[in-house]
């Protein structure tokens, strides 16, 4: 079983639409859950992070964690084609720097 | 320069040939990491350095070499490589290696093995 489970896509939405991306995750050890963005031919960019369970918010994402069904969302509200990109979740342990990350979804915003 | 910067940002050798990979943080940050991004595959993360010490070291064959000498500086030495190497590799620093650090990456070496 992989510890960060994403599915890849690829997902389609038009513009103005609420995007909602999930990850499982099977570790209960994770301490920090993060959402990095990459656009073609970029590295990962970070997106968001939480400590623990909970929400936070920053302009139009939104990160959610479950630590108790082990489920992390990233919500993207009015979404826009400059949103198109792959999104990763990844999660983190509380010492030692090793990032896990899921699959990766593949996101189009259509105009 | 700034943040995370990768050279060379494409690559292309021969299973016989002996290269390698450099990456530069102008951030100050004390952690450098390297990862190893193959198609349809989750970003896996390949060695952790903190303040030039290797720390990590995520079951990676020996053809892969990484090298710190410094805090702003880390290369991954490649010898006899296979063509399944070929990927997107990724450098990323952190100021430490506790959860909240955030790890900025750079753009990335593409490389292909042929």
């Known amino acids: 079983q992989k510890e960060v489970e994403q599915d890849p896509g690829p997902l389609s939405v038009p513009e103005g639409a609420i995007v909602s991306l999930n990850c499982t995750y099977s570790?209960?050890?994770?301490?920090?859950f993060m959402w990095y963005r990459q656009y073609s031919r970029k590295g990962p960019e970070l997106l968001m992070y939480?400590?623990?369970?909970g929400n936070k918010e920053d302009g139009r994402f939104t990160a959610q964690v479950d630590k108790s069904s082990k489920y992390i969302s990233l919500f993207i509200r009015d979404s826009q084609p400059s949103d198109s990109a792959t999104y990763l979740c990844?999660?983190?342990?509380?010492?030692?720097?090793?990032?896990?990350f899921g699959q990766g979804t593949e996101l189009s915003v259509k105009p | 320069e700034t943040g995370v910067t990768q050279t060379p940002r494409h690559l292309v050798m021969g299973m016989t040939n002996k290269k390698s990979l450099k990456c530069e943080q102008h951030?100050?940050?004390?952690?450098m990491y390297w990862y190893k991004q193959s198609a349809k595959k989750p970003l896996e993360l390949m060695f952790v350095?903190?303040?030039?010490?290797?720390?990590e070291n995520n079951s990676v064959p020996s053809r892969f070499s990484p090298e710190c000498p410094n805090s702003s500086h880390l290369f991954l030495h490649l010898h006899t490589l296979q063509p399944e190497d070929s990927a997107l590799y990724l450098c990323?620093?952190?100021?430490?290696?506790?959860?909240?650090?955030?790890?900025?990456f750079g753009p990335g070496t593409r490389l292909t093995v042929l």
């Open positions: 570790n209960s050890a994770f301490q920090y």
């Open positions: 939480t400590y623990s369970s």
């Open positions: 951030l100050g940050h004390n952690a």
């Open positions: 990323a620093s952190s100021q430490g290696t506790s959860g909240g650090d955030e790890q900025f």
């Open positions: 350095y903190n303040f030039k010490e290797q720390t």
């Open positions: 990844a999660a983190l342990y509380n010492q030692g720097g090793k990032l896990i």
